[in-house]
């Protein structure tokens, strides 16, 4: 399956989605930082740091885990495009969040994983609740750094120990 539309994909330092406590009804996240998609037309690099404005966000359900996606678009972009709603977005570039949501649903099947899902109906959830995500992730991020060290004992400065055994480079 070929995406019409491509987009950005990155991610918040400073956040992760707790694998240790359920946060959409009994689904547990998925022990990652969390993901920011970036769906302008521009190409930014790999490894690039950007500062974007956030529209909404959507809850994946990958392999039974929690996996929210922020939609978003550069500052600078949103800015010169007048853009201030995911409406804009959608008018702006008519089909592209449908077919990103397409992607994220599919991408897993070529390796012969089942579909993912869409959560809230597929819904592309509000900026209020969008900040409520950001802000979670980055409080359990902190949680995380705070309370968890490696099990030798020593301090390794971004080195962070998780429960399942696994290091957190953040």
């Known amino acids: 399956m070929c995406i019409r539309d491509s987009f950005n994909y990155g991610f918040f330092p400073q956040s992760w989605e707790n694998s240790l406590r359920a946060c959409v009804g009994d689904l547990l996240g998925d022990d990652d930082p969390l993901d920011v998609i970036e769906v302008s037309n521009q190409e930014l690099l790999i490894g690039s740091i950007h500062e974007v404005q956030v529209f909404g966000v959507l809850c994946l359900i ?27 977005i959608e008018a702006l570039f008519p089909g592209r969040l449908a077919s990103i949501k397409r992607w994220f649903k599919t991408v897993k099947t070529f390796d ?22 950001i802000e979670e992730g980055h409080k359990n991020w902190l949680e995380l ?26």
């Open 112 to 133: 012969g994983k089942p579909e993912n899902r869409l959560h809230f109906d597929e819904a592309i959830l509000p900026l209020d609740k969008t900040l409520e995500v």
């Open 145 to 170: 750094k705070s309370a968890q060290k490696p099990s030798d004992g020593n301090d390794y400065g971004q080195r962070l120990y998780s429960k399942r055994n696994e290091f957190h480079l953040i």
């Open 62 to 88: 990958d392999q039974g885990e929690v996996d929210w996606k922020v939609v978003s678009l550069t500052r600078e972009f949103a800015r010169a495009n007048n853009v201030k709603s995911m409406a804009d």
